[in-house]
């Protein structure tokens, strides 16, 4: 199985299964001499981890970092950073009954017509348990970025099923589990999330990423446009199906007048009026807010009865047993803000190695 390491210059290798001894990753490229320790990575984690709330699942993995290379004396050394996270709460026995039948919704099919041999407990290398090796790479890209740059990666529920946020005030986002930063629709859409889970079912949503500080001349002009890298990034997150910049499809309703951003002076500094763009013009940032949005799907394990097949292609009925979360967004925005910087990381590399010859100082 190809394809599992992302980046150029920055480069981050994943590895392990959801219900196997352990995962981990593996990240190449990172400058030497900058401070990181184990805690860094771990309250990254404590975002991600299960069994946070009630609206999530039960499996109650502590996730605990441990750095096996790539650090000494609280320093990187510039060789490769290796981490792990043990498996301790895994119940493989959930999915001993229906290991030969088919979860709608899930990689079973397609990694069976893709390899012909699967890891069936929790899905392997497709379940979402893998992202925690993201959210560690991403702690550490988000660690020098904020103090390199003072680049800050806010991730935050804007809607959950039918439910929208109205209002934003950041200090909020961590005081619910929604991560959502309206105070007053937060408890409708866990009040919503807890009826659709007694239900038996999932549901899916909206989150939308801020990136403060965002340093200018990130992306690359043609094919690895900051947009097309950040893309590749975000909808390698299995749950993600859909994802806009700025408006987004809106621009598709606008006037080239109503759509194009202004160039001002603010205050000594060029920027524009407004944001329609989101922050990225030819493939490059400009420095202003990056604004994404991700449509999230449910997730598709759930209790309720649904139509299926078995590997000879015989029909069957299937009930997901396990502890699964009725809805993903409050423990997919860290994964998200993670992919996130791990993209701009890179670029911030590539920019760094490709800086132009010229005996005037750089306007970067």
Known sequence: ????????????????????????????GFPAGFPLTEQDIQSELDRRKPGQSKI??????????????????????????????????QRSRDYSNIK??????????????????????????????ETLSRVMAGAIAKKFLALKENTHIIGHTIQVGTIKAQKFNETEIEKNSLRCADPIAAPKMEQYI??????GD??????????????????????DKL?????KALFSIGAVKGLEFGDGFKVAELKG???????????????????????????????????????????ASIAKSQHTV????????????????????????????????????????????MKPYSKDKSPF
Request: with cysteine.
């Open 194 to 199: 807890i009826q659709v889970k007694d239900e």
């Open 100 to 129: 030969d039948l088919y979860r709608p919704g899930h990689a079973d099919l397609s990694y069976d017509l893709k390899f012909g041999h699967r890891d069936y407990r929790g899905g392997g290398r497709a379940s979402g348990r």
């Open 227 to 231: 947009q097309a890298d950040l893309s």
């Open 310 to 353: 078995n590997k000879k292609g015989h029909h069957a009925t299937i009930k997901v047993a396990g502890r699964h979360d009725a809805c993903i967004l409050p423990r997919l925005i860290p994964v998200a803000e993670s992919m996130v910087a791990i993209t701009l990381m890179d670029h911030w590399i590539r920019k760094m190695a």
């Open 1 to 28: 199985m190809p394809s599992n390491t992302f980046g150029t210059y920055f480069r981050v290798t994943t590895w392990g299964e959801s219900h196997g001894p352990a995962l981990g990753a593996v990240i190449d």
């Open 56 to 89: 999530g699942t039960a499996r109650t993995e502590e996730d605990r970092v441990k750095i096996l290379s790539g650090v000494f004396e609280g320093k990187t050394l510039g060789t490769p950073i290796s981490l792990i996270v043990e498996n301790k709460d």
């Open 202 to 223: 999932s549901v899916g949503g909206i989150i939308e990423i801020i990136v403060k500080n965002t340093p200018a001349g990130l992306g690359e002009p043609v094919f």
């Open 257 to 299: 007048s109503q759509n194009n951003d202004e160039i001002i002076n603010r205050g000594g500094k060029i920027s524009t009026k407004t944001n329609h763009a989101g922050g990225i013009y030819g493939g490059i940032s400009i420095g202003t807010d990056l604004i994404i949005r991700l449509a999230v799907k449910p997730p």
